[in-house]
């Protein structure tokens, strides 16, 4: 074999050896892939959403750092960036995952604040009812209160019960509901009495 010849089986094989060490890390991918679905089921998008976004920016930039060396020429193409943005990513989908503890504590606490708040102005709402001046006038709206009162109680144990289930976010919106609702009947309550002492 002459030199020449020699110099390009050299030049071949270190453009093949360049090319077999650019393989995409499709592996490390997955199991980043893997990592960020194990935090969306844990509850990520809900109980832990910053750490949860961060996790989605560092997938999506390894993903097209790997589709930009795909789109290169093979004897261009390195995954080295792309390995670190994949462990990353990887990275921050667990911490995703750890926080969700947190923030599922935190949303408990949350929503317990706002049933025990729902249940206090409900009762300020029976009570402003039941005391209500009873004209001949007023009758069917007192009626038509205590409907209302008796459909936010209901509420008010659905959103007991989605607390005791652990969606602590249905609690809490329904137990904002409660209080919106309540808050709106006692203040109608108030207004009716104050027109009722001018007359």
Same mark, same amino acid.
């Given at each position: 074999?002459?030199?020449?010849? *020699?110099?390009?089986?050299?030049?071949?094989?270190?453009?093949?050896?360049?090319?077999?060490?650019?393989?995409?890390?499709?592996?490390?991918?997955?199991?980043?892939?893997?990592?960020?679905?194990?935090?969306?089921? *844990?509850?990520?998008?809900?109980?832990?959403?910053?750490?949860?976004?961060?996790?989605?920016?560092?997938?999506?930039?390894?993903?097209?750092?790997?589709?930009?060396?795909?789109?290169?020429?093979?004897?261009?193409?390195?995954?080295?960036?792309?390995?670190?943005?994949?462990?990353?990513?990887?990275?921050?989908?667990?911490?995703?995952?750890?926080?969700?503890?947190?923030?599922?504590?935190?949303?408990?606490?949350?929503?317990?604040?706002?049933?025990?708040?729902?249940?206090?102005?409900?009762?300020?709402?029976?009570?402003?009812?039941?005391?209500?001046?009873?004209?001949?006038?007023?009758?069917?709206?007192?009626?038509?209160? @205590?409907?209302?009162?008796?459909?936010?109680?209901?509420?008010?144990?659905?959103?007991?019960?989605?607390?005791?289930?652990?969606?602590?976010?249905?609690?809490?919106?329904?137990?904002?509901?409660?209080? +919106? +609702?309540?808050?709106?009947?006692?203040?109608?309550?108030?207004?009716?009495?104050?027109?009722? @002492?001018?007359?």
């Amino acid at each position: 074999m002459s030199k020449r010849n *020699a110099y390009r089986g050299l030049v071949l094989a270190a453009a093949l050896s360049v090319v077999a060490c650019a393989k995409p890390p499709q592996a490390e991918m997955q199991a980043a892939q893997a990592a960020i679905e194990e935090a969306k089921a *844990a509850g990520g998008e809900s109980y832990a959403p910053e750490s949860w976004s961060k996790a989605q920016e560092s997938m999506s930039q390894a993903k097209a750092e790997m589709e930009a060396q795909a789109n290169k020429f093979s004897v261009m193409r390195s995954y080295t960036k792309s390995k670190l943005l994949i462990a990353q990513a990887r990275a921050d989908a667990y911490k995703a995952k750890e926080d969700v503890a947190s923030g599922k504590v935190q949303a408990q606490a949350d929503a317990q604040k706002s049933l025990d708040q729902a249940r206090a102005d409900l009762d300020a709402a029976v009570a402003a009812v039941a005391s209500a001046p009873a004209g001949k006038d007023s009758r069917a709206d007192i009626e038509a209160m @205590k409907g209302d009162l008796t459909a936010l109680r209901r509420t008010l144990d659905e959103a007991q019960a989605a607390t005791t289930a652990g969606d602590f976010a249905t609690a809490k919106q329904k137990a904002e509901q409660v209080k +919106q +609702q309540a808050a709106a009947i006692s203040a109608d309550v108030a207004h009716a009495v104050h027109r009722t @002492k001018r007359a």
